[in-house]
């Protein structure tokens, strides 16, 4: 066809705040699409639990011999993040927004605040600091975890990013992740 559209299958935009976490949107914007084409189903999956996942199970991989006292990210920071996104959501299912509704970087603030032992949660933390925080039940919920079930089941990178190899992706029904540097 000369033309061909995914833009029904969509969600609507949302507000990633001023967090950092537009490629966590991105990708949860691309799975809901997915569901929605394959199965019909209308989803609002929790970018905030995708966010905090990236952060707080990624090790580094430096992380016994380094000399920052922490050994992964901290879904406090913001960014520090892009397309790989997708790969992570093939190992790690989502839950449904309700479940672990997006917060703020001011809600954030107040559970930190709550967490005397969290301290300022700045990059000299350390893991027993930002675990803490990261697995507080006002940030993630116990009930998201279990209810976390949504994700991608399969992904492949596109070799030669063009214009006419991303309308191929898009016309095989297939959604796009794309990091753009500015």
């Given at each position: 066809?000369?033309s061909y559209?995914?833009a029904?299958?969509q969600?609507?935009?949302r507000n990633?705040?001023s967090?950092g976490t537009c490629?966590?949107?991105a990708g949860i914007?691309?799975?809901?699409a997915?569901y929605?084409?394959?199965?019909?189903?209308?989803?609002?999956?929790?970018?905030?639990?995708?966010?905090?996942m990236s952060?707080?199970?990624?090790?580094?991989?430096?992380?016994?011999?380094?000399?920052?006292?922490h050994?992964n990210?901290s879904?406090y920071?913001?960014?520090?993040?892009?397309?790989g996104?997708?790969?992570?959501?093939?190992?790690i299912?989502?839950?449904?927004?309700?479940?672990a509704?997006?917060l703020?970087?001011n809600?954030?603030?107040?559970?930190?605040?709550?967490?005397?032992?969290?301290g300022?949660?700045?990059?000299?933390?350390t893991?027993?600091?930002l675990?803490?925080?990261?697995f507080?039940?006002r940030?993630?919920?116990?009930?998201?975890r279990?209810?976390a079930?949504y994700?991608?089941k399969?992904?492949g990178?596109i070799g030669s990013?063009t214009?006419d190899r991303?309308?191929?992706?898009?016309?095989?029904?297939?959604?796009i992740?794309?990091?753009?540097?500015a």
């Open positions: 066809p000369t559209s995914l029904g299958y969600t609507a935009i990633q705040g967090r490629w966590a949107f914007a691309a799975l809901e997915a929605k084409r394959k199965y019909g189903a209308t989803l609002d999956l929790s970018e905030h639990y995708l966010f905090h952060k707080c199970v990624e090790l580094y991989g430096d992380y016994m011999t380094s000399t920052v006292p050994e990210n879904s920071w913001g960014g520090q993040g892009n397309s996104i997708v790969e992570l959501m093939a190992r299912a989502v839950p449904e927004e309700r479940f509704p997006y703020e970087q809600q954030l603030d107040a559970i930190r605040t709550a967490l005397p032992g969290a300022d949660l700045g990059w000299t933390s893991q027993e600091q675990d803490l925080f990261e507080d039940e940030n993630i919920p116990q009930e998201a279990h209810r079930k994700k991608v399969s992904w990178v990013l214009t991303m309308e191929q992706v898009i016309a095989n029904n297939s959604e992740v794309l990091d753009v540097d």
